[in-house]
């Protein structure tokens, strides 16, 4: 239960935690929680939503495959009341206590329809729907998947910040995806651990061994592209560096922050890659970067694409967002423009076969397929202990 919409382009570590998990227990997983304001959108043709099944049209349970040799059910939820403008904190715990019933009612529907019972609560992220459901299904334990700093998520911060230290102190463990965001939550919360993100290798590591044929070097970024990228920098390392071309795939989410840099040309931005080609814009890149800004929601990140870069065997140059010791010797840190560019310059002038080797070697450590092992063993053992205390 959480944010993440199973249908997509983007690679989500709650979509790939749960296709693991569910090789060996069966998994109900909620879509995104859609609200009336977004169905009235998607009905004016302003955004997209699967309007047939937030109306009950199709069914709400569908039954997909994952690409983990698994399957696992999808349930659409009924639009929830939008709540995020409310102001009155009297008002917002009216909403969520009635977003948190309606959504009691679906899960128990489904529950009831595939024969689940005691089940194990995944909440990624979520307090607001998880804070009211504390123990209506019936749950042996309940888990908080803590993915990112709730405070500097846009999207769920005005009520996430007063609502996930209510909801923290309840759960039976709270893994998350770093090891900042576990120092800074671990007084919150009975148990804690991390479960690093992953990197689907087998679909990243098509892109080993391709060697680019570009006129001049690319040093590429995949994601989305927001107010986490250090454009002044990117801009700067462009014009010092002419013979490089600095190219951006993604959603450009923040285009006035970008527009200073757009002139010019060597800094390209192209549009948004469907997740399955990643890998073959991944192949065309000399070097991959992380160029992300220092600031309260970045010192908290694991990326997503450390892993993915390295799959693909290529060399990579980030800057000191967050602490990430494990990549000490694999990858390259900058701290500034200075050691951002000379980074580059040197990783591009001294990659050889047995570097790349080593990188893949190291990705294939960190596959979904053992992130998801842990994630699973750290919440027998907290089960195990939960257990033994009721005793």
Request: net charge positive; charged share 20%; glycine share 6%.
């Amino acid at each position: 239960m959480g944010l993440t919409a199973w249908r997509g382009d983007m690679a989500m570590n709650v979509k790939n935690i749960a296709s693991v998990l569910a090789r060996n227990s069966p998994l109900i997983y909620t879509d995104y929680p859609y609200t009336l304001k977004d169905l009235l959108w998607a009905l004016l043709g302003l955004k997209p939503a699967p309007v047939g099944r937030l109306l009950g049209l199709q069914p709400r349970l569908m039954k997909v495959a994952t690409n983990y040799q698994s399957e696992l059910h999808v349930l659409h939820l009924w639009p929830l009341l939008p709540i995020n403008w409310i102001g009155h904190r009297g008002l917002q715990r009216l909403g969520l206590k009635i977003n948190a019933w309606m959504i009691r009612l679906n899960v128990r529907a489904a529950m009831r329809k595939l024969g689940v019972t005691r089940p194990v609560v995944v909440n990624g992220l979520n307090p607001l729907i998880g804070l009211d459901n504390i123990g209506k299904f019936g749950e042996s334990g309940l888990v908080y998947y803590c993915y990112d700093q709730i405070t500097a998520a846009r999207w769920i911060a005005r009520h996430g910040q007063w609502v996930e230290p209510l909801f923290m102190p309840q759960v039976d463990v709270t893994i998350t995806t770093s090891q900042a965001l576990l120092e800074e939550k671990q007084a919150l919360t009975r148990r804690i651990a991390a479960v690093k993100n992953g990197v689907e290798y087998g679909l990243f590591h098509q892109a080993f061994g391709h060697r680019p044929q570009n006129a001049r070097p690319q040093v590429g970024y995949i994601g989305v592209v927001d107010d986490r990228i250090d454009y002044p920098m990117i801009g700067q390392a462009a014009t010092r560096c002419p013979n490089i071309d600095f190219v951006f795939y993604g959603r450009l989410s923040h285009p006035e922050l970008a527009a200073p840099i757009r002139h010019l040309p060597n800094v390209k931005f192209h549009d948004f890659v469907p997740y399955q080609q990643v890998p073959q814009k991944v192949a065309d890149m000399d070097l991959c970067m992380i160029p992300f800004v220092k600031s309260e929601f970045t010192r908290n990140i694991y990326p997503l694409k450390i892993n993915e870069y390295l799959a693909a065997g290529k060399p990579v140059v980030k800057t000191d967002f967050a602490h990430l010791p494990d990549f000490e010797g694999i990858v390259s840190t900058s701290t500034d423009l200075d050691t951002f560019v000379g980074a580059i310059d040197h990783e591009l002038a001294t990659d050889t076969d047995a570097k790349r080797a080593k990188r893949a070697a190291f990705a294939l450590q960190n596959s979904w397929e053992a992130r998801g092992a842990l994630f699973a063993e750290i919440i027998e053992d907290a089960l195990a202990a939960k257990r033994l205390a009721a005793v």
